[in-house]
């Protein structure tokens, strides 16, 4: 019987990872991008993570002076909405991991020097943005604040290029669209991020498509728009937080996305019948 086997681009990147991971020690420190006020000429604005692996030679960031000549085991860690200049002076390899919300971008340069870059491979695999990912990027964005302290750092690092290995070297989820993932992504989004300000225009520039593009994602792929389903899911938090806590109805609206607590109240009542105090006495 025909064992299936990954795409073979894929398994390139699977094995420059395993490199990566089985080996350690070779790697080394992790520097930061900024994110600029003014963004100066040439620069490269980065809307999602990214982090740049130096795999052989020389690689650098013209921004930074520190970072002008980065080199083997080295990486270059760009929060979102950070900027760079790449360096391609001199001969390099490089690995380069884009986190976008519904997808993992990869992408492999090896650079003879002073030659227009472009990558020689790249990649994209469906994975929607959650869970140990998510908590990994957080730490790194937060940590870039201080980034002396390498002996948090670069343990972290290493994980997210153990992810990293574990969802490129996994096969392909067959019959699952592109577009099945980005719906996937951005519901598990809401779900992490109900309690703030959403609107469609924000989340559809957050997964970099159009408000109207999210619009036909749910009515394609979902039962209900994207407004409805942000308010569904807010409602089942509240529920939860009114069996669970003992919190005045102001509170659990704020905690649920809603500034104006008879504005919660009144969705409330008007999709279960009972007002949010009526409904936490059944639990008391």
């Known amino acids: 019987m025909h064992?299936?086997?990954i795409p073979a681009d894929q398994q390139f990147?699977?094995?420059?990872?395993?490199g990566l991971v089985l080996n350690s020690q070779q790697l080394g420190r992790v520097w930061f991008a900024h994110r600029p006020t003014l963004l100066p000429e040439g620069a490269f604005s980065v809307e999602w993570p990214r982090l740049d692996v130096v795999l052989r030679g020389q690689y650098g960031n013209r921004l930074i002076a520190e970072q002008k000549s980065l080199m083997q085991g080295e990486m270059l860690f760009l929060p979102a909405r950070s900027a760079s200049v790449p360096i391609?002076?001199?001969p390099t390899m490089l690995l380069s991991i884009v986190f976008a919300p519904s997808?993992?971008?990869l992408l492999f340069h090896d650079a003879r020097s002073g030659e227009s870059v472009y990558p020689q491979r790249n990649i994209e695999l469906p994975h929607p943005e959650r869970g140990e990912r998510t908590a990994m990027l957080?730490?790194?964005?937060h940590l870039s604040a201080s980034p002396q302290d390498q002996a948090i750092i670069q343990p972290l690092a290493l994980s997210l290029l153990h992810w990293c290995r574990k969802v490129v070297s996994t096969l392909p989820e067959p019959g699952l669209s592109r577009?099945?993932?980005l719906y996937q992504s951005v519901c598990n989004w809401v779900q992490d991020h109900y309690a703030g300000p959403i609107s469609r225009e924000s989340v559809a520039a957050f997964f970099n498509i159009s408000p109207n593009h999210l619009s036909r994602l749910f009515s394609q792929q979902g039962s209900m728009s994207f407004v409805d389903?942000?308010?569904?899911v807010r409602m089942g938090k509240a529920r939860t937080i009114l069996q669970?806590?003992?919190?005045?109805?102001?509170?659990?609206?704020?905690?649920?996305?809603?500034?104006d607590s008879d504005y919660f109240s009144r969705l409330f009542r008007r999709q279960f019948g009972v007002t949010p105090g009526e409904y936490r006495a059944r639990f008391q």
Not at 138 to 141: C, E, Q, V
Not at 229 to 232: G, N
């Open 88 to 90: 391609f002076d001199k």
């Open 103 to 105: 997808w993992l971008g």
């Open 138 to 141: 957080m730490a790194l964005t």
């Open 244 to 259: 669970k806590y003992h919190l005045p109805v102001g509170e659990v609206a704020k905690r649920c996305g809603f500034p």
């Open 229 to 232: 389903y942000v308010r569904w």
């Open 13 to 18: 990147f699977a094995d420059l990872l395993a």
């Open 179 to 181: 577009g099945d993932f």
């Open 3 to 5: 064992t299936p086997t």
